[in-house]
């Protein structure tokens, strides 16, 4: 009786540590799955996005080349003299309002190309049920602002009438097939842009945090260690006058992967210094031969026309040579190769944001991976000169010289988030644009995180910043890259 009894204890006490074992064994086997499933998840949303970007990119190229050669086509037409001169004025008509209409339509195939890149690739990657990555209600959002602004504000051109109608429609078109990507680095009709104030930087809110990166505003003050502290100990709430902040759109791009170009109406010979001779060599360069030489262009006054727009690179939108961007000077600006800091360049680039939100097997918790990446169209002047150089630079404030657009882009890599310029990032991130309407508004919003921090800043936070930047005054927290200390580090992450 009593060894039975025994034997049933013992067989008791085997039964429950196999139970335990067989619990635990669950619960590491769930744990696993999770983050296999976590990373699994991550992978697919990283390579829909990298492919979302390239693709956008990729556009941004061929409607820069196309825009290229209607530049060219709009030379030949003014130098080829067996045209009628009415003739003439309808071809160069006909030529500048495609080149302007190729500006909103070729941008908006990038985004519509890299949906279907982010769908695809998804779909492709897919293992089991589930098979489908949903629309994304935020980037859907900004998209209907979008076009209804551009329905309502954005006017006619000489050449193209009904220009806000036929951009929302296109959008539209757009939409009815699925927004699966964000553009990062949109610049909307319906947002005001992003200000000077220091509270329009994003990267401001990661340094106010309670253990946030106070070196940041050092760097922020150019390294100038007591400026940034002086800020610091200055800041106040700011007036509505602080928060202003003007359009930045310009109405000669896409608000969403625009490329950057603007029509001039002032003539040639106003722009650049040797007009005919930078024509000439550019004709030499992509076309050569007839109807245009030295001869055709001078007798065809095409330097005075003020009539003819000509579509040029946007300076205002901090154009730069790609050979001038990597660190390293290499010419090569690919995915591992960071962009000189004073080159925070915009020009044509795809920045894209997917997000996701992945439930787990234990059904604990939702993850919402958001992942960010940027592609340019690359390219060299067709005898390896850099933009720049063939003809002049941005003066700062004036047309001085300003480079024609050429059919110079021949490929598209990523490239580093860096390169794209923080101000100008995070425009589809739905969250961060509704703080920009409450920073335009001057009005703390109590269900917005970020205005709650501001709140905290104002009250004692940014003295407290300022009091640990002094502290640390001699652990050269803020020497300038190279030099030791912090470097490039813009928090990128989400
Ligand atoms: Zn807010």
Known sequence: MNRSLSRKGREGQTFILVVLMTAILVILLVTAFDIFLSTRQKARLITAGDAGALAAAHWQGVTLNLIGELNLAHLAAACDYRLDPADRTNVIDGVNALAERLAFAGPLMGLYAANRAVEENYRENAQGPDQTIPTD????????EE?????????DTTLWTGKGD?????LENVLADGAYVGCDNARLFSSDGTGDHIYYRREFYNAAEANGPRTWFCRYCGYDHAKAISMLRGMRKPTDEDLACAKRSSGWNAGLFGVGVRASDLPLADITANPESV????????VGGLPVDAVSIRTSGVVFDTHFPWFFLDQQNLWRSWHELAENDDGQLAL?????PQYDVYGAMAAVRVARDVGTLSGTTTNNFVWMAAAKPLGSLANGERVTDLFG??????????????PAFAFTRLVSLGGVGANNLYQSDAAWLAHLEHLRNNQRNPGCSRCRLLDTWEDGGAAAAAEWLQEHAHDEVCAPPGKGGIHDDDDFAN
Not at 137 to 144: A, C, D, E, P, V
Not at 279 to 286: C, G, N, P, V
């Open 137 to 144: 209600s935020g980037f859907t959002r900004i998209l209907q």
């Open 393 to 406: 630079i941005w003066n700062g404030d004036s047309w001085a010289d300003a480079p024609l657009v050429v």
């Open 166 to 170: 036929d951009y929302a429609r296109m």
């Open 279 to 286: 024509l000439e060599q550019i004709w030499e360069d992509y």
């Open 336 to 340: 591992l190769s960071k962009p000189k």
């Open 147 to 155: 076009s209804a602004f551009a329905r309502l504000h954005l006017g």
